[in-house]
């Protein structure tokens, strides 16, 4: 047996562990290697570690074969059979069914790799773990590392690992992108590879995330954050940070499989790159994460037209920068990290505000003037558009629709000109401009 007590109470945890060892069964692992054959290699080191692993907490163990069906002359692409569903009492089950085998058959990889999606069961709680041995390369038309990756896409594989028996460089480089891949040389190397992986698939370890503040005390919280395998960049966990009854950062379990991208969801969103945990100790990942708040609203109270004010939205910007990355509608109070921000509001016309400051632990109040409403009725069909005039330079900022009897337009106070001709009429001589003032809170209407 390999595992110590200590081990062993670092796996004792409330959550169900699944390892699915899939095996190469082909002819080709009838070839010698030192120890005997590579088959024989398998059937030893697999049944010393299902016997050492039996009746763990939580752990379920299966087995999966390929290859070992059909002979070779046939080139059955779906020579693949679960042969020991997953279970919690293993003991002596893997020694008596790889017994019975005889490697005989082609290695098709992708196609085992995808039946293993029932193979796992449908507790999508549990921590699936695949480990892939074999001596080949796909046999068949199939894509393993597609599927190896749409697997753990959809999360019915936590993570994948290969161990490769003797293989030459350029086939090994292939399965790099189906999982954690190892090449093996030799028997006893193979035993002491995978009786380490099977170690590190259930040793479990833990981790805080300070979200520290402007005093560098980790008291930030309320904010999603994502976990990602920084090498295949996709999503492995998503908690919501709290804090503790002692007001302090929750400690996560978390698996020491990945180096992790840390993806925080505060506004703008932070990351922390390639964290590796360490093994047997607590680890700690700190951010400066020191946060404010700003309010978005009218000056004075809303007017009787109140729902198409609050259509309004802000868009904030980081400083300098072209893209928004949030969206703030009128009357609400978001969280934003410490920092200076551009906001652009999407009133007619638009209000632009730069370098506004979000403070630590205060709100930052922006109000925009009340708008009034501009009623348009049309006696007909018209072209025309509505120009801001700025001390006599016209800014376009709508254009009527022409097919529309009543258009009612929400306008920030200011001076504005309207230009508009019948559709019918065939000159523009025949164009009216008419200069409009808007107040705050006021409402006219105009007959075209």
Not at 39 to 67: C, K, M, P, Q
Not at 417 to 423: D, G, M, T
Request: hydrophobic share 35%; with cysteine.
């Amino acid at each position: 047996m390999f595992f110590s007590d200590t081990l062993r109470a670092q796996i004792n945890t409330s959550q169900r562990t699944n390892i699915l060892f899939v095996v190469d069964a082909s002819f080709s692992m009838k070839k010698d290697w030192e120890g005997g054959t590579k088959w024989r290699s398998a059937v030893r080191t697999l049944s010393e570690i299902a016997d050492s692993i039996s009746h763990l907490d939580n752990l379920y163990v299966g087995l999966r074969l390929f290859g070992h069906q059909y002979d070779e002359a046939e080139s059955n692409c779906r020579d693949s059979k679960l042969e020991i569903p997953l279970t919690n009492n293993i003991k002596g089950k893997v020694q008596a069914k790889l017994a019975t085998i005889k490697p005989k058959g082609i290695t098709p990889i992708a196609y085992s790799i995808e039946k293993a999606v029932n193979d796992f069961g449908d507790d999508i709680s549990s921590r699936n773990i695949m480990i892939l041995i074999t001596d080949g390369e796909e046999s068949c038309a199939k894509d393993p590392c597609k599927i190896s990756r749409e697997l753990q896409e959809r999360g019915i594989i936590l993570k994948p690992f290969v161990i490769s028996l003797g293989l030459p460089p350029a086939v090994v480089e292939m399965f790099n992108c189906v999982g954690q891949n190892v090449n093996v040389k030799s028997d006893s190397e193979f035993s002491r590879t995978l009786k380490n992986l099977v170690n590190e698939t259930l040793v479990r370890t833990s981790l805080t995330i300070n979200l520290l503040d402007n005093n560098n005390k980790p008291t930030e919280t309320g904010c999603a954050v994502t976990f990602y395998d920084n090498q295949t960049s996709i999503a492995k966990q998503h908690i919501y940070h709290t804090l503790n009854a002692k007001g302090t950062p929750d400690t996560l379990v978390m698996s020491p499989l990945f180096d992790y991208d840390i993806q925080i969801h505060t506004l703008p969103e932070l990351w922390i790159k390639d964290v590796k945990l360490l093994k047997n100790r607590h680890n700690e990942a700190n951010v400066k994460a020191a946060q404010g708040y700003m309010s978005f609203g009218l000056q004075g109270i809303l007017p009787s037209k109140s729902s198409l004010i609050e259509r309004v939205k802000c868009l904030v910007h980081k400083r300098d920068s072209s893209d928004f990355f949030h969206v703030q509608t009128l009357n609400t109070e978001v969280k934003y990290l410490v920092g200076k921000y551009d906001l652009e509001i999407l009133t007619l016309p638009r209000i632009y505000l730069s370098n506004v400051s979000i403070d630590p632990n205060k709100t930052t109040h922006i109000e925009i003037p009340q708008p009034g409403f501009l009623t348009i009725n049309k006696g007909g069909d018209y072209y025309g558009a509505i120009f801001n005039d700025n001390k006599g330079t016209l800014q376009k900022l709508y254009d009527l629709k022409t097919e529309q009897k009543q258009e009612i337009l929400t306008l920030q106070p200011g001076e504005y000109r309207i230009v508009y001709r019948s559709k019918l009429s065939k000159s523009g001589h025949n164009s009216i401009d008419k200069p409009i003032t808007i107040s705050s809170g006021s409402s006219i209407s105009i007959r075209l």
